[in-house]
C-alpha cells in the first residue's frame, strides 16, 4: 500500500500542489487549511464544505495526525492542565498548559524523549526514541485549544518549545511547525509570542539567527562557566561556554530580540553568590534576560534551592543590572515538570 500523506504537517503550498495533484481547484487548499488548524477536526468527514467525492479521495490520499489524550490532570489552583498524549505508534509525550493573565501558553514537546542526557531532567532517562513530525506538535497546540474551547479568553497565544526533547536536534520538523502555527489561516500564533528552548547546540543557534524570525531564544545554561556546566549538561562538553555566548550574541543582534538564559537553582550545586557574580561577568554587555528556576523535582537525587538562596542569587544579578525573574512555579500539584507524567507511564508499560 502506497503511504498516505501527512497532510497536517503541509504548508500551505504544499497543500495547494495536493490539490492540484488531486486535480481540485486550489482553493480547497485554503478550506482543508482552515479546518486542519483552525478549526481542529480530526477526521475528513466533518470538511462539510467539501465535495462528498473528494472527502472520500481525501480519505485514500492523506492522513490526519491525531494525538489520544491518554491522561489529563488540571490544577484546581492555577488552571494549569497537563496531557499525556499517544502518538500513533504508540509513544508518548507531554503538552502543557499555563494559563496567564496575559494569555495562554502551551509548553509543546518535540521529541519522544531526548538524548541530551542532562543530570537533573527527567526527560532524559530512558534516551530518546523519534523525532515528532510537525504534524503532531501542531496537534499538541491543537488539543489544548480544544480543551479551552467555549471558555472566556480561551484562545491559545503563546507557545514554549520547552517541554520533552532537544527542538534544535529536530531542526526541520520544528521550523515547520513554528511556521504552520503562526499562519494567519490556522492558529495564528504570532511569532513573537513564540520560544524555543535549546540546551545549547551552538551551530544551529547560529543557523536560527538566519532565519530571519523573530522567535524568542532560551538557551539552557545553568552555570556560568564550563567545569561546572559540563557536569550537569554532557552537551557542554562539545559546544564551551564562551562559543555558546557569542552565538547567543550573535542571535540576539541578528533579530534584534533579547535572549533568555535560563537557570535552574539546584541546591548546593550551582547556587551560591560567587557563581552569581560570574554569571554576571558572563553575560556583561549582552542583549538577554535571565530566569532563575527553583529546580522542579524530577527523581534524580536534586533539589530546588530553598527561597532565601534564590533570592541571593537574583540580588546579585540585580546589583551588576543583569535583567533577572524568577519563574513563577505552575502546577506543581499535578507533576507539570518536564518528563514526569511520561516517566510514570513508562515505568507502568514497558521500560
Ligand atoms: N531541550 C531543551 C528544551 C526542553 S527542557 C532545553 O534543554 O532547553 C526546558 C527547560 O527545563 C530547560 O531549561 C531545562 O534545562 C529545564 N529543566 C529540565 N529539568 C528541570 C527540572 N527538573 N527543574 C527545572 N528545570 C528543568
Given amino acids: 500500500m502506497v503511504e498516505r500523506a501527512d497532510i497536517k504537517s503541509m504548508s500551505p503550498e504544499e497543500l495547494r500542489a495536493f490539490m492540484r495533484r488531486l486535480g481540485e481547484p486550489e482553493y480547497r487548499a485554503g478550506q482543508v487549511f482552515r479546518w486542519l488548524h483552525s478549526r481542529g477536526v480530526t477526521s475528513f468527514a ?13 480519505e ?16 484546581p489552583g492555577d488552571g494549569t492542565v497537563k496531557f499525556l498524549l499517544s502518538l500513533a505508534d504508540g509513544e508518548a509525550v507531554e503538552a502543557v498548559l499555563l494559563r496567564y493573565r496575559h494569555g495562554n ?21 530512558g534516551g530518546v526514541a523519534r523525532n515528532l513530525t510537525a504534524g503532531e506538535m501542531v496537534e ?8 479551552l474551547w467555549g471558555q472566556a479568553r480561551g484562545r491559545v497565544s503563546h507557545v514554549v518549545l520547552m517541554g520533552i526533547g532537544e527542538p534544535l536536534e529536530n531542526y526541520d520538523n520544528v521550523l515547520r511547525f513554528i511556521r504552520l502555527i503562526h499562519e494567519p489561516s490556522g492558529l495564528g500564533i504570532s511569532y513573537r509570542h513564540v520560544t524555543l528552548s535549546t540546551c545549547g547546540l551552538v ?19 545553568h552555570a556560568p562557566n564550563d567545569e561546572l556546566r559540563t557536569r550537569l549538561l554532557p552537551v557542554a562538553r562539545r559546544y564551551p561556554i564562551q562559543e555558546l555566548i557569542a552565538a547567543s550574541s550573535e542571535y540576539a543582534e541578528r533579530t534584534g530580540r533579547r535572549v533568555t538564559f535560563e537557570y535552574a537553582l539546584i541546591d548546593g550545586v550551582n547556587d551560591i ?6 554569571l554576571a561577568r558572563l553575560l556583561r554587555g549582552l542583549l538577554c534576560h535571565v530566569n532563575l528556576i527553583p529546580l522542579n523535582p524530577s527523581g534524580r537525587g536534586l533539589r530546588g534551592s530553598p527561597p532565601g538562596r534564590v533570592r541571593a542569587f537574583k540580588e546579585v544579578l540585580e546589583r551588576f543590572g543583569v535583567p ?28
Fill in 105 to 125: 501558553a502551551v509548553c509543546v514537546s518535540t521529541q519522544a524523549g531526548c538524548r541530551m542526557g542532562c543530570v537533573f531532567c527527567a526527560s532524559t532517562v
Fill in 140 to 147: 499538541e497546540v491543537l488539543v489544548a485549544q480544544r480543551h
Fill in 273 to 278: 553568590p560567587e557563581l552569581a557574580r560570574e
Fill in 60 to 75: 485514500q490520499e492523506a492522513v490526519i495526525t491525531e494525538l489520544q489524550v491518554l491522561e489529563r490532570h488540571v490544577d
Fill in 203 to 221: 551551530p544551529e543557534i547560529r543557523r536560527l539567527a538566519g532565519e530571519g524570525l523573530p522567535i524568542t531564544l532560551a538557551v539552557s545554561l
Fill in 324 to 351: 533577572v525573574t524568577v519563574r513563577r512555579e505552575l502546577g506543581a500539584g499535578i507533576e507539570a515538570a518536564c518528563g514526569q507524567l511520561r516517566r510514570r507511564a513508562a515505568s507502568r508499560s514497558h521500560m
Fill in 46 to 58: 466533518a470538511m462539510t464544505d467539501l465535495p462528498k467525492g473528494l472527502r472520500a479521495r481525501l
